[in-house]
């Protein structure tokens, strides 16, 4: 009996040892409070095990505190499920500093060719402003031999493999299927081979003092699959942080903003086809856009964050008008508040025909989603689905912070209790139909730069910059 109770002891103090080291690993918990927690646990559990060890207790009391100290590693066991859990969310969601491109080889769907080999000494074409192409060259020609047709107009290059002596094309693949949007020759093409390569992205984590102001582009895109991919950006929203006053600006910046895109001196573009070029190209385009230096990228994929919406039950949102959602015929978004599982979430989140002011207010309806999202998840009745939304929400998000940035952000919240004070803005223009870079010579709806707002939007985020 007295072994078995050294043996409990020896396992209580152990489990204690590894949460408490793990806990200081997370290092979500403010220095002073996780010292207090810490210490007052030790007394305890060294109590604990000193009645347990002890020569003289009796046979019912050792017994009753072998049950408190089975009880006690059964929790600390428990914990350290729920801290494992949170540490692997917190290292999935960092940057892995690259993103992930994937290039088809695109033939006619009439044309002989059906496989990559059949291409085997034909004339492949590519677009000369493409930055990846000798990358994506190299692994072809692992597989074949072609001859390469280099072109510098967008719209031959869509004609190609329908009225060229061109065998295939190749390209990024959100690229294609953004062509294919615009251009109806590419309709009758088909990929018949996919190449993903790893770009690098050079984002290095910053090291800002703890009351330093920063800023956060915030990607919201669209699409399934990887976070990484590569996307157009449906959602950009610049989020100016001052972490001494309690105060976040948000900018929005409507996707069809008509930009010029960072150093490229021709046609200008969407500020949404910038996402196709990389993260990088996104933000360096703002960053000239309001003359500022974003520090770090957020980005959020509401395809995949619907899974945790029906994991939740649902959510409860509030809609400002009824309306059947263009994405999603079957169902209807009442105006007042709506209870959304994650199907009718991602299509209120996805509308922009129904309002007047489009984009702008898709953007809004995304804020709401994520708002309602997180008061939902701060419900206790959810903390038994928390290892669940955390699988949930793994794939959904993506940030260039440093591990040690963001856990700091959560310390300093645990620690102030900051009640932070949220201003919103949005950059206006007005629509026209012009040619983009991306497009080449078609004219597309565009939102041509009301420059007031934006010289308004400058000043606001100098403003909110200031610790003062």
Do not use: C
């Not at 290095?204 to 990887?226: H, P, R, V, W």
């Amino acid at each position: 009996m007295k072994f078995i109770s050294k043996l409990i002891a020896f396992i209580l103090i152990v489990t204690f040892l590894i949460l408490t080291y793990m806990i200081y690993q997370l290092n979500l918990i403010p220095t002073k409070y996780f010292l207090i927690i810490v210490g007052i646990l030790l007394l305890f559990i060294l109590g604990l095990a000193f009645k347990l060890i002890r020569k003289k207790t009796r046979i019912l009391s050792r017994i009753f505190f072998d049950i408190i100290a089975i009880a006690f590693i059964v929790l600390f066991g428990y914990g350290l499920t729920y801290i494992n859990a949170t540490h692997n969310f917190m290292n999935n969601i960092l940057a892995k500093g690259y993103e992930i491109k994937n290039y088809v080889v695109v033939v006619n769907t009439k044309s002989k060719y059906q496989t990559i080999a059949d291409l085997n000494n034909q004339n492949i074409g590519y677009l000369t402003t493409d930055t990846n192409y000798s990358t994506v060259s190299k692994r072809i020609k692992k597989n074949i031999k072609f001859t390469e047709q280099a072109y510098n107009s967008v719209d031959k290059f869509t004609n190609l493999v329908v009225q060229d002596n061109t065998s295939a094309i190749i390209l990024e693949r959100e690229y294609y299927n953004l062509l294919k949007e615009e251009y109806t020759t590419l309709n009758n093409t088909k990929a018949i081979k996919t190449y993903k390569i790893i770009v690098k992205t050079d984002q290095k984590a910053k090291t800002k003092k703890q009351e330093e102001s920063f800023i956060m582009y915030i990607s919201g895109i669209d699409t399934y699959g990887n976070i990484s991919s590569v996307s157009r950006s449906d959602v950009n929203i610049v989020a100016v942080v001052n972490k001494d006053l309690g105060k976040i600006l948000l900018v929005s910046i409507p996707r069809d903003y008509y930009v010029k895109l960072h150093n490229i001196n021709t046609t200008k573009d969407k500020l949404t086809h910038a996402g196709i070029y990389g993260i990088n190209m996104s933000m360096e385009t703002i960053n000239d856009l309001l003359d500022i230096n974003i520090d770090y990228y957020l980005r959020l994929n509401f395809s995949t964050l619907t899974k945790s919406i029906n994991l939740l039950d649902g959510i409860d949102v509030y809609s400002d008008k009824t309306f059947v959602p263009s994405t999603n015929k079957n169902i209807t978004i009442y105006e007042g508040i709506n209870h959304m599982n994650g199907e009718m979430a991602l299509a209120f989140a996805r509308e922009r025909y129904a309002y007047s002011t489009g984009d702008r207010h898709r953007g809004e309806n995304q804020q709401a989603i994520i708002t309602a999202m997180i008061k939902k998840m701060a419900n206790v009745e959810n903390i038994t689905k928390y290892k669940s939304i955390l699988s949930s929400l793994d794939g959904t998000f993506e940030t260039s912070m440093s591990y040690d940035e963001l856990t700091n952000l959560f310390k300093m919240q645990l620690d102030k209790k900051t009640a932070w004070e949220v201003e919103s803005v949005s950059l206006d223009g007005t629509g026209s139909m012009m040619p983009t870079y991306s497009m080449g010579s078609r004219n597309l709806y565009v939102m041509i730069p009301d420059e007031d707002s934006v010289s308004n939007a400058k000043v606001k985020i100098r403003q909110y910059l200031k610790n003062n």
